[in-house]
T-cell receptor, first 113, second 109 residues
Framework: NAGVTQTPKFQVLKTGQSMTLQCAQDMNHNSMYWYRQDPGMGLRLIYYSASEGTTDKGEVPNGYNVSRLNKREFSLRLESAAPSQTSVYFC????????????FGSGTRLTVV | RKEVEQDPGPFNVPEGATVAFNCTYS??????FFWYRQDCRKEPKLLMS???SGNEDGRFTAQLNRASQYISLLIRDSKLSDSATYLC??????????FGRGTSLIVHP
């Protein structure tokens, strides 16, 4: 039972490069989320998808795009990476967030130089 | 006032001690509440839900005080393995949860 799988686990980018972070869940959850976590800032929501076919901005969406490819997969794209996007990125999913809480992936540690 | 506030700590306690954390929230319309545990350089993991009637799981007890708008987590008989950051989560019934910044607990021998 894999739960939520994120790839890659680590990545170093140069300023201006692009990349896509992949996330897949095998729990048949409807909702999926992308967070970033920075020291002293806690978890901040970037984008979320309440159900297949929908996506919405969270607290810090600038510089990111997302795609809910199907019910299982929710990807996060950085079109032109900036040093301010150096962070740990977590994907999460939930069947019904208010009742069951969230299951997180193991994270992607991204450094932009 | 931040929507969800936690004392960052660290709370430094000896093994066997009882320790309690609070988490205050500002929106009285908040509907569901959770505690998560996050180990260093790992993902957050659900520890327990917080019900209106309280919730107990072994050494852990979570309580909700709606009148004063806070939730609490009590850990009895602390173990070294309880050392972690504890995050509270408040949900207003939408798809968007709000995370506290976490309280750090260090349990020493």
């Amino acid at each position: 039972n894999a739960g939520v799988t994120q790839t890659p686990k680590f990545q170093v980018l140069k300023t201006g490069q692009s990349m896509t972070l992949q996330c897949a869940q095998d729990m048949n959850h409807n909702s999926m989320y992308w967070y970033r976590q920075d020291p002293g800032m806690g978890l901040r929501l970037i984008y979320y998808s309440a159900s297949e076919g929908t996506t919405d901005k969270g607290e810090v969406p600038n510089g990111y795009n997302v795609s809910r490819l199907n019910k299982r997969e929710f990807s996060l794209r950085l079109e032109s990476a900036a040093p301010s996007q150096t962070s740990v990125y977590f994907c999460a999913s939930s069947e019904e967030a208010g009742v069951y809480g969230y299951t997180f992936g193991s994270g992607t540690r991204l450094t932009v130089v | 006032r931040k929507e969800v506030e936690q004392d960052p700590g660290p709370f430094n306690v000896p093994e066997g001690a009882t320790v309690a954390f609070n988490c205050t929230y500002s929106n009285s319309a908040s509907q569901s509440f959770f505690w998560y545990r996050q180990d260093c350089r790992k993902e957050p993991k659900l520890l327990m839900s917080v019900y209106s009637s309280g919730n107990e799981d072994g050494r852990f007890t979570a309580q909700l005080n709606r009148a004063s708008q806070y939730i609490s987590l009590l850990i009895r008989d602390s173990k070294l393995s309880d050392s972690a950051t504890y995050l509270c989560v408040v949900n207003r019934g939408s798809y968007i949860p709000t995370f506290g910044r976490g309280t750090s607990l260090i349990v020493h021998p």
